[in-house]
């Protein structure tokens, strides 16, 4: 890239990052140290301000970068990611959304922990919650590193190595400072500018092909050269009968992944009653849909115009898709639009990653102080030393964020992603839907539907193709590959089910009859509810 792309679009990273850190500054001086006001943002937010955030926590590096990436590479197989992000909030209006709100405080755990003994859920849930948030990070920190690469041209991974570095320490700085309050002002900021990104660059698509989307789709296949078999299902995961189960396990995550993130659940306490909680969810579903609407005229159009051969080019995983789109729409590298174009879609790609760091790190922070902490602290010790906890958690969770997003920095960000919610879906979920809806449910069962989801999804990933045995894995020099499939959720999601069965029908606990039906009525009416 030019040396007018790199300025312009670092001017562009280094305004978002200065409007940002003014809003965490700003906050920080306002809050109180109160955990509602650290966790929740003291539950101020309208429905409307808390489905953009909600909005800008989900449409992530993964949606944004890797997602087009994948439609570019692989056409009609790329759609499932999609599909199953966008088909995933079904789940959560209708199963989580409200009954959360009702039923909890801060985190997961306390859904979990309002009829069970308190200790062992908490340490179960806080540690599955943890891990779902830091393999998410992970992908973030590629995504972070994909487009710094690109806009230097590849030339130094010393300077990809810093920008990983940098966003993490950003992060730390807008959690520890600002929390859930400044977390949310960031991210409907970002919300608002990819929106408003993500709308210029479909309508400038569509007028490159005049409207006629027949005349889109054939030109992306000619020039992908797969030909129809691009517009067909079976590029990616047609080609053998461990690849069909991979569509299926991926699709099974993605799907039952959302309701089971601690990052979006958490998003669902910033409102002030359940109702406000059900409209934030309508309403990110009506942005969130949208904008994967145009993803996929995104990815198409990337396929049609910079062909998958220059995607790949620049990047195996085909995270560098849109900015390369944007290039060539502006007028090709080297011209002006080109580089105005390009730094604009970079600054917005980049601004979406710092604004989910934020949310999940925030999130995984609580789960570490509010759940881990506070359930192994001395009983006199004060909600202020909690929410100091969170803030430190917050820098030790970004140190392995960093570290582990340098490891895996040529995957792509999507396919990262899936995995984040296949552990989700495995372990979070499970619990989550017994506690609110299974009146026999046990300690038991809670903590062994939890680690029987969790640790065979993490198992399952460690002997897949993802670490070892095949050319793009983490260590493709060495084998220990013994399951097949790269996404473990057709597996690790029953399991997760089955092992809290299990663990409820072989207890010996009596289910507590009355904290039950108070957790019933809570859920369903808001009686009682924080």
């Excluded at 029987?452 to 050319?471: D, E, K, R």
Aim: a positive charge.
């Amino acid at each position: 890239m030019t040396g007018h792309h790199q300025t312009l679009a670092l001017l562009l990273f280094s305004a978002f990052v200065a409007v940002t850190l003014g809003i965490t500054t700003w906050v920080s001086r306002k809050r109180h140290g109160s955990a509602e006001e650290f966790y929740a943002g003291g539950r101020l937010f309208s429905p409307m301000e808390n489905g953009f955030a909600i909005a800008g926590d989900y449409m992530s590096a993964a949606s944004f970068l890797g997602v087009t990436g994948l439609i570019a590479l692989f056409g009609y197989d790329g759609l499932l990611y999609v599909v199953g992000f966008l088909v995933a909030w079904l789940v959560v209006l209708y199963l989580v959304a409200e009954l959360v709100r009702n039923c909890g405080r801060f985190t997961l755990a306390d859904v979990i922990a309002a009829r069970m003994s308190e200790r062992p859920v908490r340490i179960a849930v806080g540690t599955s919650s943890v891990t779902v948030s830091v393999l998410y990070l992970v992908a973030q920190m590629v995504g972070a590193g994909s487009l710094v690469a690109l806009l230097l041209g590849r030339t130094s991974e010393a300077a990809q190595a810093w920008t990983v570095i940098g966003v993490g320490a950003l992060m730390v700085i807008y959690v520890s400072l600002g929390g859930m309050r400044a977390t949310t002002w960031i991210q409907i900021v970002k919300a608002v500018l990819l929106l408003s990104g993500t709308v210029a660059m479909t309508v400038l698509v569509l007028l490159r092909f005049h409207g006629d989307i027949d005349r889109l789709l054939l030109t992306a296949a000619e020039r992908s050269g797969h030909g129809k078999a691009f517009l067909a299902p079976g590029l990616k995961y047609g080609g053998s009968w461990s690849a069909r189960m991979d569509f299926i396990s991926l699709g099974v995550a993605l799907v039952l992944g959302t309701a089971g993130l601690p990052h979006i659940l958490s998003r669902f306490y910033t409102v002030p009653t359940a109702r406000a909680a059900r409209r934030s969810a309508v309403w990110s579903i009506g942005l969130i849909g949208s904008f994967y609407l145009m993803t996929i005229v995104l990815g198409f159009g990337a396929a049609a115009v910079v062909g998958p051969d220059a995607v790949r080019a620049s990047n195996a995983s085909g995270n560098t898709a849109v900015p390369l789109l944007a290039l060539d729409l502006g007028g090709g590298s080297g011209s002006t639009g080109g580089t105005v174009l390009f730094a604009i879609v970079a600054a917005v790609a980049f601004a979406t990653i710092l604004a989910v760091v934020a949310g999940i790190t925030l999130a995984s922070s609580a789960s570490v102080a509010h759940d881990l902490y506070a359930t192994l602290r001395r009983p006199h010790a004060k909600h202020r030393s909690e929410v100091a906890v969170a803030r430190t958690a917050a820098v030790g969770i970004g140190v392995v964020a960093i570290a582990l997003g340098l490891l895996a920095r040529d995957m792509n960000v999507a396919f990262l992603v899936g995995l984040a919610f296949a552990v989700a879906a495995s372990a979070n979920l499970p619990v989550l839907l017994y506690s609110l809806f299974w009146r026999n449910f046990t300690t038991r069962g809670a903590v062994w539907a939890v680690y029987g989801g969790l640790v065979p999804a993490l198992a399952l990933v460690v002997l897949s193709p993802v670490v070892s045995g095949s050319p793009g894995a983490l260590f493709p020099g060495v084998d220990f590959q013994y399951f097949p499939l790269q996404n473990p959720g057709i597996v690790s999601v029953p399991l997760g089910f089955l092992a809290g069965w299990l663990g409820t029908v072989t207890s010996d606990e009596v289910p507590d009859e009355a904290r039950h039906a108070e957790t019933e009525v809570r859920s369903l009416t808001g009686a009682g509810a924080v």
